[in-house]
C-alpha cells in the first residue's frame, strides 16, 4: 500500500500571513485535545461498563451515567470553542 503526503508551506504565526493570535491557537489546540481525551476515556469506561459484571439494570443505570456526564462535559468544551471562534471571527475582520 502507497501513503501519498501532501506537503504544504506553513506561516509562522508572527509572520505577515497570519491569521490569528498564537495565544488563540494555542488555546484552540488544547481544547481541541481536551475533547480527544474525553472521547477516548468515555469510550473505554463505556466499554467497561457494557463488560462488566453487573446486572442489567445498574449496567442501563451506569451507562446513562456515563453519557450524562460526558455530555455535561463535552457541551461544556464546545462553548468554550464557540467563543474562541467568535474570537478568531473578530481577529480576521480587523
Given amino acids: 500500500m502507497t501513503t501519498h503526503v501532501v506537503s504544504r508551506a506553513v506561516q509562522s504565526a508572527s509572520g505577515p500571513g497570519r491569521m490569528y493570535s498564537p495565544n488563540l491557537l494555542a488555546h484552540m489546540q ?46 461544556s468544551i464546545a462553548m468554550e470553542l464557540a467563543a474562541l471562534e467568535k474570537k478568531v471571527a473578530q481577529e480576521l475582520q480587523l
Avoid at 42 to 61: D, I, M, R, V
Fill in 30 to 75: 488544547s481544547l481541541l485535545a481536551e475533547i480527544a481525551d474525553l472521547e477516548c476515556a468515555f469510550e473505554k469506561k463505556l466499554q467497561a461498563a457494557k463488560n462488566g459484571s453487573y446486572s442489567e439494570s445498574h449496567k442501563s443505570e451506569l451507562i446513562q451515567e456515563l453519557k450524562r456526564r460526558h455530555d455535561e462535559r463535552h457541551t
